[in-house]
């Protein structure tokens, strides 16, 4: 599986914007999917994850009501919706593509995009 994120940039405190995951592969369908980011000098961690069908999701506490995952498999395409943005969301947003285990779990992922960056202005 190949992944290519786009949709990062510049955005003011309260903000939104709308990443974009595109990826091939004939298994993307049957992967979990998730979004992690890595601020500056700070450990990656997990944003939002997405099972196969889309039934179930994980959000990090620090996103949760304000970040909305969503996968289109017809398309090979996930989405990260985030609203209401803050300064302390800017990061290199990455997306991740596994074959089974925890969304949140960085370990559980296999395959890597190359990450978009995201900045909130206060």
């Known amino acids: 599986v190949q992944l290519q994120a786009s949709g990062g940039g510049l955005v003011q405190a309260g903000g939104s914007l709308r990443l974009s995951c595109a990826a091939s592969?004939?298994?993307?369908?049957?992967?979990?999917m998730g979004w992690f980011r890595q601020a500056p000098g700070k450990e990656r961690e997990s944003v939002a994850g997405?099972?196969?069908?889309?039934?179930?999701?994980h959000y990090a506490d620090s996103v949760k009501g304000r970040f909305a995952i969503s996968r289109d498999n017809l398309k090979n395409m996930v989405y990260l919706q985030m609203n209401s943005l803050k300064p302390e969301d800017t990061a290199v947003y990455f997306c991740a593509s596994g074959g089974k285990g925890s969304l949140g779990r960085a370990r559980d992922y296999d395959f890597w995009g190359q990450g978009t960056l995201v900045t909130v202005s206060s």
């Open positions: 997405i099972s196969w069908n889309g039934a179930v999701t």
């Open positions: 592969g004939r298994t993307f369908s049957k992967n979990i």
